[in-house]
């Protein structure tokens, strides 16, 4: 049995804007094991980047988590006080935001930026900072870690960056990394290497990993399990080969149906028609029912509930499963 890392239980996250409240995550629930690679999918704008913030206890105004719990090895880090949470973030839980590359500070050499984490969480000596500074780059696959360890960012190409991001995150061994869309801006060939890396370091570790995608080809090849959100809401949750084998919830099925049928490119979820509705005013009945084939009165009126149609699955539609011709 794995232990359980992260349990989510009914967060509600939102932001309070001038045009209204914005519902970015709306009473979600999931847990990720020890070792386990959760994949988190949906459109832009269905609430992934808030869940991870949320845990990481990043949210700023005008943004607020209003409920739930957020359980790392049964203690609920919504507790925390800020200095707990300083102490918690970097070393047993890191992120790897969306963001990523502008992340880095640009006056800095990677090897500074990477030894001010070692300071902050492990007791180490300047030297064995240093010498594990270079084995991370090198662990990340830089070639020639020694010299590269004093470069600066622009130095470095693009999917060298994304591998110091890594090496940063991993640095003092996390229990928990957070992937949010590391690969977007990368090549298809950075990109599986950049997997195959993490793959490594879980099993290594038994890291848990939290990968947030817009790519159902990466969360086939990377994950054991799939969150699919929607508007603020988890929509469907399935093993891998089951959610491919028999994707229960339309979204789905039309986000799978997106993947181009060849090898090699880049999966983009475009191919539904229309577009994650505005968050400060869902419609009523089923947040998917404005896209959806198979809407019909009920969906418009009523919201359906998450259920769990069979062993480790959940989904929310009163129509699951039907594929409607
Ligand atoms: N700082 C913020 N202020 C206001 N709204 C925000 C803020 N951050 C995120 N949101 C809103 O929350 C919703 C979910 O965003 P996000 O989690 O970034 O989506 P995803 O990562 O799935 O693309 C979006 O409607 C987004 O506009
Ligand atoms: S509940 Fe209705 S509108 Fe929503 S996804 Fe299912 S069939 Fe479509
Ligand atoms: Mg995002």
Redesign the pocket.
Known sequence: MTEVLLRIEDLVTR?Y?ELGV?K??DGNSLHLGEGESLGVV????????????SVMRLI?N??RIEGGRILFRGEDLLQKSERQMQRIRGKDITMVF?DSLSSLNPTLTIGEQITRVLRFHLRLSRRERWRRAVELLRQVGIPEPEQRVKHYPHQFSGGMRQRALIAMAISCSPQLLIL??PTTALDVTIEAQIFELVEELKRAFRMGTFL?THDLSVVATFCDRVVI?YA?KIVEEAPVTALYDRPLHPYTRGLLGSIPPLEGGKARLDSIPGE?P??ISLPPGCNFSPRCRLADERCWREEPPLEHPGPGRRVACWKAGETGG
């Open positions: 932001f804007t914005v970015a995550v949906g459109e832009s704008g269905s609430g992934k980047t808030v869940t991870a913030l700023e005008p943004g969306q949010d869309e947030i959100m603020g994650v505005d968050l």
